[in-house]
């Protein structure tokens, strides 16, 4: 008697609970796989243009997953999408696809973009242009503000991305083995601390070029490629102690170029700024 009573007990329970619970909800958990979007012009245009030759994912839609979730940003307006395109296929992949070859890009290509509307800022106050994790992802920030016809604009955001296939490039093929030790001794964790004329005083054509020897390659391939020869040449004569340092760097820039890709950097610097002339009209 006593255990049918118990047992009530739990079925009386368990319908109680039962009542008590609310409805499953009916909207898409985003981002777990098989939602379904009606493909746009943009879609079509990615798809054409990146995912197919080059299995490149781009990404425009809000996803708040694949960004610093500490941090308060807001998504791309669609509008300003097909312009950022346009600079990345441009200033980027046309200039090594005609000076590497077509299949170039094949063989170090980024996995994925992402195009964030707002800057992201630092709790010390600075605000990140771009980021990249580990030669697969990039994320573009600020791209609402992004002006397909402004020069400073499109240095701004093709400097990142020129940065980042660099860091690709030397992940595959080591930098050159006399970078080391150039300029070891102004390398620093608290690199944010010098401005522009210090760091080019020391030798560093950037400051964020002072916080190790990786980043100093890159800046310095990606400076001499967005910024041009000419500016380059500018600083080297405008910091004449440090000018030997300089000319050192851009010497093994051009070698590893041709090295271990067999192209020609100063053909490629002409490129890049060709794709740079051609949409800053």
């Known amino acids: 008697m006593k255990t049918k009573l118990m047992i009530m007990l739990v079925i009386v329970f368990g319908l109680y609970s ?22 746009t012009d943009i879609d079509n245009l990615i798809y054409k243009d990146f995912t197919k030759p080059y299995n490149i994912e781009i990404k425009y839609k ?22 950022v395109l346009k600079a990345i296929k441009t200033v980027w992949m046309e200039p090594y696809e005609k000076v590497g070859s077509k299949n170039f890009l094949r063989q170090f290509p980024f996995l994925k973009f992402i195009l964030t509307g707002s800057p992201e800022f630092q709790s010390d106050g600075s605000e990140i242009m771009g980021l990249a994790e580990g030669g697969a992802k990039i994320i573009l920030f600020n791209m609402n503000e992004f002006l397909i016809d402004n020069r400073p604009s499109i240095e701004n955001t093709m400097h990142t991305v020129h940065h980042e296939f660099a860091h690709i490039l030397h992940q595959t093929i080591h930098y050159p083995e006399e970078w080391r030790g150039i300029s070891t001794k102004w390398y620093t964790p608290t690199w944010f601390n010098s401005d522009m004329p210090t760091a080019n005083a020391q030798g560093l054509i950037t400051p964020y070029a002072k916080s190790s020897e990786r980043e100093d390659f890159v800046e310095t391939i990606t400076y001499l490629l967005i910024h041009g020869q000419d500016e380059f040449d500018w600083i080297v004569d405008e910091y004449k102690d440090a000018a030997h340092i300089f000319r050192l760097k851009e010497s093994l820039i ?21 794709g740079i002339s051609k949409i800053v009209l």
């Open 18 to 39: 039962c009542e008590k619970e609310g409805a499953l909800p009916k909207d898409t958990i985003f981002d777990l796989g098989g939602e379904r979007w009606k493909r």
């Open 62 to 83: 809000w996803n708040p997953y694949e960004l610093n979730h500490n941090r308060t940003l807001v998504p791309i307006r669609e509008s300003q999408v097909p312009f």
């Open 254 to 274: 051009v070698k590893y170029f041709k090295d271990a890709f067999n192209i020609d950097f100063r053909e490629l610097q002409k490129e890049v700024e060709k």
